[in-house]
Each structure stands twice: as structure tokens, then as C-alpha cells.
């Protein structure tokens, strides 16, 4: 029998996350009998290369989700909260990587290797998390069936290419400004509609969305609501400083847990040995551990520096790495849809 191959449609294609979804469907060799390519007006009529074939780049419009079976959606909020719907309407599922409907309790918000069963409660919408949250659940869920997990402290060491295309440009040209002694410029960082921005070469800024009244940043803020959202977990203990630094690609976390029973590193080593798409990298005596360039291009989560507290038994130390535009965004969502398809949901 031949496999039932699907109309698949990618909005924001030609965006920093968009390029990846596509070369992800080829590696994949998802099954597509139609894929369609959707931007603003801005790219319309560009063409894009799949499988050495080119597609021309079509505005994104209501009418070009007829017949579409999954909307791959990261063009913003803002397209996602309009074009969504539109696309559900039309009998498509979408799956959207902006942050429009992650809290919405009608949305289940997956990582498959954490929650896959959320995916069959979908209305026509799965939202796909937060870079930052999406890596460190990977890393926290073998440990919270273990152990249970009562409190997480995060800081994240995030690279600029979350922030899209423009930001990787800006990053790139204030570096070579910087190097030449001539002035630099800021327009992206931290967060385009705000009202100053700063230098991200040679820099560490520790604002990433806007603030909110709380104090905590908006990147921040869904780092704590959805972990708590996809580990089924309300009650967690989570906080959460969210920084930029100047690296292209591969987002970086140091975590520190307190879980519910006594916890020892040696063994959390073994179990995230066996966890569904981890990759434990820990040897201190081989100076071995993750680090961005390393994790750049690869779809695992990679976990080291695993540390027993010092002072509290119940507390463990790690430091956790992965592709922010491949597990962080495009491999996440693509995974979503290969669970779809093999869940028979599809
Ligand atoms: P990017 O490099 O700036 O690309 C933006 C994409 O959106 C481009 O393809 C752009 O098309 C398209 N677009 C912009 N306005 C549009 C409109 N009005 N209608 C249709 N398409 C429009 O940004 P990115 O890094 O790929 O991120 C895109 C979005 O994905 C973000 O805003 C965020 O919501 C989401 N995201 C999620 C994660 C995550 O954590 N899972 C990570 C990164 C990004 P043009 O070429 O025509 O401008
Ligand atoms: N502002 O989709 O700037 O929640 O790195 C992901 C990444 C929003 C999101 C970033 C952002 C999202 C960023």
C-alpha cells in the first residue's frame, strides 16, 4: 500500500525558523504531496529550494490553507492569532511556534517526549513551546519520574538567532564594526519595539520580549507558566532569569532542581543516559560537556556538568544545551507532526 503523503504548509518560511522547518521535512522525508510556502507580501514570489526542487514563496492569505492538512505556523503572534483560525476553518491542524495560543487551556502545549498524549485532546491548534522551556523539560522529565521535582531555578545563556534573521545580522555587523574600531549601531536587541536598544557584540544583556509589572521578562514569564503547563505540574516552584549573549545558535541553561526524594548525580547520569533524546555529555577528568557549537545542526537536548548539591540532598545541578531553532523550534514541531501521522490522528 502506498503511504498516505499530506498537503503541508509552512508560514514564515523564509524566517531564521521557517528555513529550518523545511530542510527538517526533507531530512525527515515527511510524507508531502504539496508544500506550500508562505510569507508576507515582502518575500512573495521569492523561490526557496526542497528536495533540489524550487518553490515560489506565496503571501500568506486565508485562502491558501484550502486543502492544506498541517499549517506549520512561526511568522510571529501576531499572523499566528489571525491565520490560525483561518486555517483551522479550512480543516487544517496547525502547529504554531509562537507564544499566541501556548496558554490557552483548549491548546495543548507538547514536547512528544514529554507529554505526546496531550497531542490527541487538539481542537485544530497544538502549540509548540519556547526555545528554553522546550530543552529543559526534555532534561527534567526522566528526573521528575524519578525523583518527583519540587523547584527549578534557571538561568538561560541564549544565542541571538531566537530573536530571528535581523537580530543574526545585527549581531554580525556589530561585531565586525566593533573589531574595525568604527561605531556600532542597535536597532534588534533586545526587543525590536522597544524603546532603547543595546549592543549585543561582546555583550550579555539580561532582557529578552519586553518586561512585565512582575519584574520578570515575558521570556521569562513563559518559561514558568509552561513548564508547569506541558509537566502537568501547577503546583512546581519555578524562576527564571532569561539572558542574551552573543552566539549565533544554541541556547544554554544552568538549572539547579529540588526534587521530592533524596537525589544522587551518578545516578540521574545513568537514567538520562537511557531518556528519549538527551545526550548526556559529563566527564570533568576529559574536560567534557555541552557547549552551543557542538549542539549546532543536531536535534538532541545534551546535558553535563550533573552535580549533587552541596548542601540540601535533595538538590542537583545541571547544565543543559540543544539547537534553539532545531529541538527549540523547527525539530519540535516537525516531531509533533511525524506523532500525528503515526498516532493515526491524521
Ligand atoms: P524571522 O527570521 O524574523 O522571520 C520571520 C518570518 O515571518 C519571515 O518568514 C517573514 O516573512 C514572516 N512574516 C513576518 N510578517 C508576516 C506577515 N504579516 N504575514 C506573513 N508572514 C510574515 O523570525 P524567526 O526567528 O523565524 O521567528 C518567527 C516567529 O517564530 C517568532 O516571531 C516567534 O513567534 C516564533 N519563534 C518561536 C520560537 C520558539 O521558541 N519555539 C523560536 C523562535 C521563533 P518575510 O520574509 O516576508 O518578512
Ligand atoms: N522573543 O516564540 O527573542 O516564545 O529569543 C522565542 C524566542 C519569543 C517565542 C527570542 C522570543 C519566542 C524569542
Known sequence: MMEKAYVIAVVGATGAVGTQMIKMLEERNFPIAELRLLSSKRSAGKKLLYKGEEIEVKEATPEMFTGVDIALFSAGGNVSKELAPEAVKKGA????????????????LVVPEVNEADIAKHKGIIANPNCSTIQMVVALEPIRKAYGLEKVVVSTYQAVSGAGNDAIEEMRTQAKAVLEGE???ANILPVKSAEKHYQIAFNAIPQIDTFEENGFTFEEMKMINETKKIM???????AATCVRLPIETGHSESVYIETKEAINAEDVKRLLTEAEGVVVQDNPSEQEYPMPIFAVGKNEVFVGRIRNDLNNENGLHLWVVSDNLLKGAAWNSVQIAERLVKLGLI
Open 232 to 238: 502537568h505540574l501547577p503546583e512546581l516552584h519555578v
Open 183 to 185: 561605531s556600532v549601531e
Open 93 to 108: 491542524i496547525v502547529i504554531d511556534n509562537t507564544s499566541a495560543f501556548r496558554m490557552d487551556p483548549n491548546v495543548p
